[in-house]
């Protein structure tokens, strides 16, 4: 059973910084696609980016490009988002997920099939 644990959110001002991390607990961590989805208050669970397996396959939102950095460290079993110029809009709960499909319509449009998710860190960004 892979678990995910997230951390690393907070309260900033619009215009500043966070680094979220998602701890894996598995021996299969560099076999994951890994990525971060989030959702604000009263509405749904939307994508953010995600990194596949080989380390070099990335996806974003349109909303958090340029300004969202996704990374994993295999020998630390740690994903990361850094999340810089922030804005009031991208306040939310933050969940990392977990699973070995790389196959981008999946991780943007089909979320639901992702097999692990983590139980999520708030971010709120003040105007």
């Known amino acids: 059973q892979v678990q995910l644990v997230e951390s690393g959110g907070g309260l900033v001002q619009a215009g500043g910084s966070l680094r979220l991390s998602c701890a894996a607990s598995?021996?299969?961590?560099?076999?994951?696609?890994l990525g971060w989805f989030r959702q604000a208050p009263g509405k749904e669970r939307e994508f953010v980016a995600a990194?596949?397996?080989?380390?070099?396959?990335?996806y974003y939102a349109d909303s958090v490009k340029g300004r969202f950095a996704i990374s994993r460290d295999n020998a630390q079993n740690i994903m990361y988002l850094q999340m810089d110029s922030l804005k009031p809009e991208d306040t939310a709960l933050y969940y990392c997920?977990?699973?070995?499909?790389?196959?981008?319509?999946?991780?943007?449009?089909?979320?639901?099939?992702?097999?692990?998710w983590g139980q999520g860190t708030l971010v709120t960004v003040s105007s």
């Open positions: 997920a977990g699973d070995r499909t790389s196959d981008r319509l999946i991780w943007l449009q089909h979320q639901n099939s992702l097999d692990h």
């Open positions: 598995t021996r299969t961590f560099r076999n994951l696609s």
């Open positions: 990194i596949m397996w080989n380390e070099v396959t990335t």
